[in-house]
């Protein structure tokens, strides 16, 4: 079985996500399922994947991206806001590496970095840039748009930020419980995907009472 995530979280609750549903739409396979939680979120893009740097090039800009690099964009993306320190495992050979990459994408125009402090501890907030969502929209395979991992650019809700910032943590511990139920993460799916998926489908009943000559 198929899930989406719902990562709204309880104000006064740990940031544990609920359970969302299982999407009515159809969406295109594209390849296998990933044991790795983090490669849910590239799973419908056409972009480089392994370890060396490849040439991408959108709207006249080009980049050189790896698979590391595409999917630090695409986790960014898809929750709009992730610590830096979340995104790359720690490596004891190069462990610089990981901070140097984000670097070198922030340069490039693709993300934004925030210093910020969660709780007391101080952080840097990575967020998606509108170049950084074309790359992601531009290397998306026909057919798997509509339910489809959705991007997001940028910081909306500043006051909710030390919220948004505990979803990604809270997310790989929910995937986790998934796995081990064999029940593999389709998407993610932020509050404000499911609030406008809620008044699409309002609306459609709305227009079916009017075309019946009902009353809304």
Do not use: C
């Not at 996500?17 to 739409?25: A, E, H, I």
Request: glycine share 10%; charged share 35%.
């Amino acid at each position: 079985m198929w899930r989406d995530i719902d990562t709204r979280v309880p104000e006064r609750e740990g940031p544990e996500p609920g359970f969302g549903r299982v999407s009515g739409q159809t969406e295109v396979e594209s390849g296998p399922v990933s044991d790795d939680p983090r490669d849910v979120f590239t799973r419908d893009l056409d972009l480089p994947r392994g370890s060396s740097r490849e040439r991408v090039r959108v709207n006249d800009k080009e980049y050189r991206l790896s698979g590391d690099d595409v999917r630090v964009l695409a986790t960014v993306g898809a929750f709009r806001v992730v610590p830096a320190g979340d995104l790359r495992e720690p490596n004891p050979k190069t462990p610089t590496r990981p901070a140097r990459d984000l670097e070198r994408l922030r340069d490039v125009g693709l993300v934004h970095t925030t210093p910020y402090v969660v709780g007391r501890a101080r952080t840097t907030l990575v967020t998606l840039t509108g170049d950084g969502r074309d790359v992601l929209e531009h290397g998306r395979r026909p057919g798997s748009g509509g339910a489809g991992q959705a991007y997001y650019v940028g910081i909306t809700k500043p006051r909710e930020l030390a919220h948004d910032s505990r979803l990604y943590s809270a997310y790989m511990k929910a995937a986790e419980r998934l796995a081990e139920r064999g029940e593999p993460v389709r998407r993610v799916v932020l509050e404000e995907e499911m609030k406008r998926e809620y008044q699409r489908f309002l609306q459609a009943q709305n227009r079916e009472r009017r075309e019946r000559g009902e009353t809304p």
